[in-house]
């Protein structure tokens, strides 16, 4: 049976079917709520709740560490009576922004021995529609989805490039390296909130875990693209010096900005041989290098436990909650946001 959901002081009500997260109800009824992994993880789902009752989607968990008082993970709730919500943003969606097209392989370079950096062109005269930081969505013969981020900056929009880690038996990452300019994917834009004010001037740190680069570099390259100024510390972790892929854009975001500073942390490298980098994980050097975040903002991105523990060592920098934001690389298919706003899907054709 279905249940009436609808928004505190709005006139914003819909349907949630039976097994249907209240998220993906919103996202069908055209009510953009923010998100991004949709598996319980990265809680950028997160609000609260006036009244009703509600479940874990198949018995799972309904909050996890990033909930505060009174939040709840919408991706993951069902609601068993009408239920009245308070999300912390919500809009209505533009039907018209998200767009699926057949893209082209334009480049596949290996940028480290396990990364792959993909160019992909959409075809001529089109253009996609993003915001630095969201992502795409790969879609495979299987029907299910692959997420990945945009690393070129919004202005780049006749394509997007990707860089994608090799997953051992990963169904598309592990043969992602074999694909072939000219070769197609059928591919989704764009998903994903984008986390960051373009007005906000505050002090911001970066924090990557391997391809949690790709985002981050659009960011950055979009930030530099629109003059801004603000104090930017990036501090990209990999297990060694060559997961640290694409040095020369760190390079030149340091010749632009005077203000930006850099550290590069190697969680597989001895002190005494790290040279200028940082030996330990992103968490240990984000504790090593910012004595007090009260006042910045963190952008943090890669897989759960990294971003986990940078989420705690920012708290414990005086961070306030509000201003951590993270894009989770959480591993494994994505149910699609595109079957839940009754998008049509294609499939991959590698
Ligand atoms: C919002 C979002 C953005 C993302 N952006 C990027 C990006 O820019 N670059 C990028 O490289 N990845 C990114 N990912 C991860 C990506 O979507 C895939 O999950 C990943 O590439 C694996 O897909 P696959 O088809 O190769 O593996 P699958 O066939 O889905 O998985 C095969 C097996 O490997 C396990 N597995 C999958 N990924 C990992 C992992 N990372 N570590 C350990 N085990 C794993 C699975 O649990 C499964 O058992 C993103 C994920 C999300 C949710």
């Known amino acids: ?203 911001i740190a970066f924090v990557a875990g391997g391809t949690g680069f790709a985002p981050v570099k659009s960011i950055l390259d979009d930030m530099l693209k629109k003059r801004v100024r603000r104090d930017i510390l990036l501090i990209w972790g990999a297990r060694e010096p060559g997961g640290l892929y694409m040095r020369s854009a760190v390079e030149r975001w340091q010749k632009q900005w005077p203000a930006f500073r850099f550290v590069a942390a190697l969680s597989d490298v001895p002190a005494d041989a790290a040279g200028n980098a940082f030996a330990g994980r992103v968490d240990e050097a984000l504790r090593a290098n910012c004595a007090d975040l009260a006042g910045h903002v963190v952008y943090c991105c890669g897989s759960p436990p990294m971003v986990s523990a940078v989420r705690a060592a920012a708290a414990d920098k005086g961070l306030a909650c509000e201003d951590f934001h993270a894009d989770v690389f959480v591993p494994g298919p994505s149910s699609t946001p595109a079957q839940a706003v009754g998008l049509p899907r294609k499939n991959i054709q590698p």
């Open 1 to 203: 049976m279905s249940h009436r959901i609808s928004f505190g002081s709005t006139d914003v009500a819909f349907d949630c079917a039976p097994g249907q997260s209240l998220l993906d109800a919103a996202l069908r009824a055209g009510i953009d709520l923010p998100y991004s992994c949709r598996k319980g993880v990265c809680g950028s789902c997160v609000g609260g709740i006036v009244s009703g009752e509600v479940q874990g989607l198949n018995g799972a968990a309904i909050r996890n560490d990033t909930c505060g008082p009174g939040q709840l993970l919408y991706c993951m709730c069902e609601p068993t009576t009408e239920v009245v919500l308070r999300p912390v943003s919500w809009k209505r969606l533009d039907p018209s922004a998200r767009k699926t097209f057949t893209a082209k392989v334009h480049s596949n370079q290996l940028a480290a021995p396990d990364v792959s950096v993909l160019k992909l062109r959409l075809p001529a005269g089109q253009r996609a529609k993003f915001q630095a930081g969201q992502y795409l969505q790969i879609l495979m013969e299987d029907g299910s989805a692959r997420c990945y981020s945009m690393a070129n900056p919004p202005n780049e929009s006749d394509g997007a490039t990707l860089h994608i880690r090799h997953v051992q038996g990963g169904q598309f990452s592990a043969r992602v390296a074999q694909l072939a300019p000219g070769d197609l994917l059928e591919i989704e834009l764009p998903f994903g909130n984008v986390a960051l004010a373009p007005d906000d001037t505050r002090p």
